[in-house]
């Protein structure tokens, strides 16, 4: 190994799926060592009696069937087992390593300390990425250097989602302090210092998700230059905001609360406008389209509700039952369509032209949590409870899951996605409760192909 000319990262990720596969066959000899010890144990019985029954015997025949059949049976569950598994260490291999070809890490965001609940682009240059955080904080990062630029921390509670705005250097924010704040932020971005493998794993000496309060990894955010008072602050809600955006053009905007109601403010005075009730339990996201007047919220109540504001006289709200469980997010795609997902697993994919049954639904193995759709491809990326990100397309076609390992990908629950297709290139940003969040760069010709 020492003259491999294999780079270091490589020889990590080979290292740690042979791992897998010795675990995987160690599991199965014991299981096989222990199956033909039920075997033998069982012919022995069988040849005792055997013996000791005469020859004319009728129950003799019986006998003989009966270890036949068990032995057959117990030599099936050999093979079934041995298949199996194999099968799961082949189809892990081919995972992981058709993963790696798609998905390539870009860069380790680390800085907060808590959770980060969502994540978002800047829509104007320059082109950051801000993180709204449950230790009151939102930070704004330079996406190549991983650089932490700046603070907002004018929140007293959870800052739960965070939003820029469409044209201007302003972020809106949203959190358990029953506010949401927009506040204007100016930031420099740092010259990117040429690195020897961007794709490298990050040093394992140290789970991030074990760190002492308020240790940070290097530009922290008490080294950086901190927001503490908002340009407008939004306070009509009874309970916890747990979402916000702007709506297009980027003269109001809607809030989602846990007080049951969404809330549509001007910008420009803060006034409250209407108040979107109808729903039955706590909202859990809400999303504005990218080109039209139209919001979505979604709730606990197992729906989310399409309202339409494109006629300023009349609003209509349509509301749609497709989940069993929480519909933790439900967002606009570049069309006619809406993506929803759920604690009860499933993802689907609404026609607004036609809303009476989703046009594909995507069963999954765990609780989905804020999703995402990229712009141009339009390919959902998914947030999972287990750690998991997987990606789909529109017609519910898996594409890809993005690497998982000790040394690479969250460690704990992900809560959030967001795509940026700027300059000719495909980035997706996660994050989770391990504190910190993950730039991939997505090769979507490579995607495309494997599907």
Known sequence: MEDSKLPLSLR???????????????????ENIELRREIDSLNERLTGDGQTVDGGDPTKGALKTKASHSTSQLSQKLKTTYKASTSKIVSSFKATAGSRAVCQLLKEYMG??????????????????????????????????????????????SVNSIKFHPTEQMAL??????????????????????????SAPCDEDQDSSD????????????????????????????????????????????????????????????????????HDQELTHCCTHPTQRLVVTSSRDTTFRLWDFRDP???????????????TSAVFTVGDNVVSGSDDRTVKVWDLKNMRSPIATIRTDSAVNRISVSANQRIIAL?????????????????????????????RMVCCTAWNEENQSCN???????????????????LLQEK
């Open 383 to 411: 947030p999972h409870d287990n750690r998991q990100v997987r990606l789909f397309d529109m017609s519910g076609v898996r594409l890809a899951r993005l690497p998982r390992s000790n040394r690479m990908g969250h460690r």
């Open 173 to 198: 924010t949203a959190s358990g302090d029953q506010t949401a704040h927009i506040w204007r932020y100016m930031v420099q971005l740092p010259v990117p210092q040429p690195t020897p493998d961007v």
């Open 211 to 278: 760190r002492e309060e308020g240790e940070v990894d290097g530009e922290g955010p008490c080294e950086v230059p901190t927001v503490r008072v908002a340009t407008a602050t939004l306070k009509s809600h009874q309970g916890v905001v747990i979402a916000a955006d702007w709506l297009v053009g980027g003269r109001q905007v809607v809030t989602a609360s846990w007080d049951r109601a969404a809330n549509l403010y001007e910008v420009e005075t803060s006034e409250l406008v209407h108040a979107l009730t109808g």
């Open 12 to 30: 990590h990720n080979l290292l740690d799926l042979f791992g897998q596969i010795e675990r995987e066959f160690e599991n199965l000899y014991i």
């Open 112 to 157: 907060h300390r808590d959770g980060i609940w969502d994540l978002s682009i800047t829509r104007t240059v320059p082109v950051v990425l801000g993180t709204a955080s449950a230790d009151h904080s939102a930070l704004l990062w330079s996406i190549e250097t991983g650089k932490c630029l700046l603070r907002y921390a004018g929140h007293a509670g």
């Open 313 to 327: 006289s009349i609003h209509s709200v349509n509301v749609f039952q497709g989940h069993t469980d929480t519909v």
């Open 428 to 446: 997706l940003f996660t994050c989770g409760f391990d504190r910190q969040a993950i730039g991939w760069n997505i090769n979507i010709p490579a």
